[in-house]
């Protein structure tokens, strides 16, 4: 998930064995930075009840370690696609060792 929060953006990922729903990975990143949130439909859709917070849709991550490769694609359910406008600018900056390709699909 791309989340936003005074004008920092922020890439929250996690395995799906811990992070079954995007909504999860969202609650956590609003518990530790201790931001007002609420569950609309549990576990699926966490609401942020913070104005200085945007969410910048999700998806999946595929890492792909021998060939060198992260790729992002697909959707979330509940938050929509990544962002394209938001997540292209920074993919440059996320540092993952071993691998030489970031991809937006």
């Not at 969202?26 to 949130?37: G, M, P, S, T, V």
């Not at 694609?73 to 060792?97: C, D, H, M, N």
Request: with cysteine; charged share 20%.
């Amino acid at each position: 998930m791309l989340v936003k929060r005074n004008g920092i953006i922020n890439l929250l990922t996690g395995s799906i064995n811990v992070y079954a729903f995007h909504a999860d990975l969202l609650a956590k990143f609003c518990r530790d930075h201790e931001i007002l949130h609420e569950w609309i439909s549990r576990p699926a859709h966490l609401a942020i009840r913070d104005n200085s917070v945007e969410l910048h849709g999700g998806g999946w991550v595929w890492v792909k370690p021998k060939e060198g490769k992260v790729v992002f694609y697909s959707k979330s359910t509940a938050y929509g696609p990544f962002v394209r406008s938001i997540l292209e600018p920074i993919l440059p900056q996320i540092k993952v060792p071993d691998f030489v390709s970031l991809t937006l699909r």
